[in-house]
Each structure stands twice: as structure tokens, then as C-alpha cells.
């Protein structure tokens, strides 16, 4: 997967610090000063869904989705695809520290 989105080592050498926080709190993102040029990469490279509707309840036949659930990586405007999605970024963030 991480080959796949082409999670280069300049990318995260670029990113790292946003990398680092948004696999904390995707909602890190979401902030006035994160970086659109990272938000637009994640996005093309289909890391994170930007944006999320509200859950509201009566649109849901069963329990709706939580409103933000860290250790899956949603929060509540930004989510990781999957947490495979961010455990992909997070390792390969590790593996390219300097």
C-alpha cells in the first residue's frame, strides 16, 4: 500500500511534522494553518477523507458512526480511508526519521 500511494521519503521528509500530528488527530488538518498542499495530496492520493458530513442520527437505520474515534483515525471534519490508510503513513514516517 505505502509503495502504491507513493509514499516517498520526500513526501514525509515534507510533511513529517503534519504527518506526525494528523496520524494523532486527523482533524489537525482541518486547522487554519494546515498546509492545503498536503490536504490536496491525501486527498488525490486517497488517504483521507476531508470534509465529512454530519452524522446525524435519523440518518441512520442502525447506530451511527461515532463523531471522532482516534485510535480509528476519524475525527470529526477529517478521517483517515482506513486505519490501514494511517498506520501505513504512520510506519513509513518512523522508518524514513532521520
Same mark, same amino acid.
Given at each position: 500500500?505505502?509503495?502504491?500511494?507513493?509514499?516517498?521519503?520526500?513526501?514525509?521528509?515534507?510533511?513529517?511534522?503534519?504527518?506526525?500530528?494528523?496520524? &494523532?488527530?486527523?482533524?489537525?488538518? +482541518?486547522?487554519?494553518?494546515? /498546509?492545503? !498542499?498536503?490536504?490536496? #495530496? $491525501?486527498?488525490?492520493?486517497?488517504?483521507?477523507?476531508?470534509?465529512?458530513? &454530519?452524522?446525524?442520527?435519523?440518518? +441512520?437505520?442502525?447506530?451511527? /458512526?461515532? !463523531?471522532?474515534?482516534? #485510535? $480509528?483515525?476519524?475525527?470529526?471534519?477529517?478521517?483517515?480511508?482506513?486505519?490501514?490508510?494511517?498506520?501505513?503513513?504512520?510506519?513509513?514516517?518512523?522508518?524514513?526519521?532521520?
Amino acid at each position: 500500500m505505502i509503495e502504491n500511494k507513493s509514499i516517498t521519503s520526500g513526501f514525509i521528509n515534507k510533511w513529517r511534522n503534519w504527518l506526525e500530528e494528523s496520524v &494523532r488527530d486527523p482533524d489537525a488538518l +482541518w486547522a487554519p494553518d494546515a /498546509p492545503q !498542499e498536503l490536504v490536496k #495530496e $491525501l486527498i488525490e492520493k486517497n488517504l483521507i477523507i476531508y470534509h465529512m458530513h &454530519r452524522r446525524f442520527e435519523y440518518r +441512520w437505520i442502525d447506530t451511527p /458512526p461515532p !463523531e471522532k474515534d482516534l #485510535e $480509528l483515525g476519524i475525527g470529526r471534519y477529517v478521517a483517515w480511508q482506513t486505519p490501514l490508510h494511517r498506520e501505513a503513513v504512520k510506519k513509513r514516517s518512523k522508518s524514513y526519521r532521520a
